[in-house]
């Protein structure tokens, strides 16, 4: 089974990363008002089924992928073929 | 005293040197070590632990050594983070608030000015309520945000007024537990216990929590 995780910084929560990178958007001549940046996981895991699987992904998140007081994350499951 | 050593920790010998120069005894503990040696006190060093991968501090809370730092706290044991040493105490949940990378983007490695807001802690009783101090900062992710139930009362250090090296949120430098037992700090008061390298301020914080942990041990139990 595969699974993404994106994890983002909350609004509101500094990010100089997401700032530099808008301006140097905005520098291109971009119209961009604003950029966020996190991270991407992708995983692939062992698991019964999808139900499985996100229960896993999501105590992945709580547990180490994420800081809840800073990041905010949300999980795909890929769509098994 | 323990000083824990992670893979990546690097200033764990100059805060042994500099606590062991303020009479403690200081012992290195490698993180793992699932079970602590007898001690008042826990200092979780600088550096680089895991190589910080993911975030700052996150990988390090689960070694062994940090499920008994854990513990230890808990039952009322002192425990002083500096610079990874906080990130690890803020992942760990020791503390509040969590540090981000600096709002520069650049890794910042010079001396600040800090202002004491709480000279009433175990570990900043050698301070004067408000007295300025010259400790050296050098880190990438300084920049702390509070968690939604920190207050006034856990702020200890403040950088000073157009001193804050990171974008930390309320120019705030260290911080202690509502409890009052486990503090963490981003400048580095081991750098400073020399005059001969520019500062002696950083042996009030050490000075102050070496003394607080002898007044334990000769506490009855």
Known sequence: MRATVLVRPKPGILDPQGDAVGRSLRHLGFGVEAARIGRVVDLELQAAGREEARSQVERMCAELLANPLIESFEIELADES | ?221
């Not at chain 2, 764990?12 to 012992?27: F, H, K, N, Y």
Request: glycine residues 12%; charged residues 20%.
């Open chain 2, 1 to 221: 005293m323990a000083v824990l050593v992670f893979p990546g920790s690097n200033d764990d010998r100059d805060a042994a040197g500099a606590l062991a120069d303020l009479g403690a005894e200081p012992t290195l503990l490698w993180h793992g070590e699932a079970e602590l040696p007898k001690c008042e006190a826990v200092v979780l060093p600088g550096g680089f632990s895991y190589g910080d991968y993911l975030r700052c501090g996150a990988i390090a809370r689960f070694s062994p050594a940090m499920s008994a730092v854990v513990e230890f706290a808990n039952d009322g044991g002192l425990v002083l983070g500096i610079c990874n040493g906080f990130q690890v105490l803020c992942e760990a949940g020791l503390l509040p608030g969590a540090l981000r990378p600096n709002a520069s983007l650049a890794f910042v490695c010079r001396d600040v000015e800090l202002v004491v807001e709480r000279a009433d802690t175990l570990f900043t009783e050698h301070c004067e309520p408000g007295a300025r101090l010259t400790i050296p900062v050098k880190h990438g992710d300084g920049c702390w945000h509070p968690a939604p139930d920190a207050h006034a009362e856990h702020v200890v250090l403040r950088y000073a007024p157009g001193e804050n090296p990171n974008g930390s949120v309320d120019d705030v430098a260290g911080v202690v537990n509502g409890a009052g037992n486990v503090m963490g700090l981003m400048p580095h008061p081991e750098h400073a216990v020399e005059e001969l390298i520019g500062s002696t301020d950083g042996a009030l914080i050490l000075g102050s929590l070496v003394e607080s942990a002898q007044r334990r041990a000769l506490a009855p139990a």
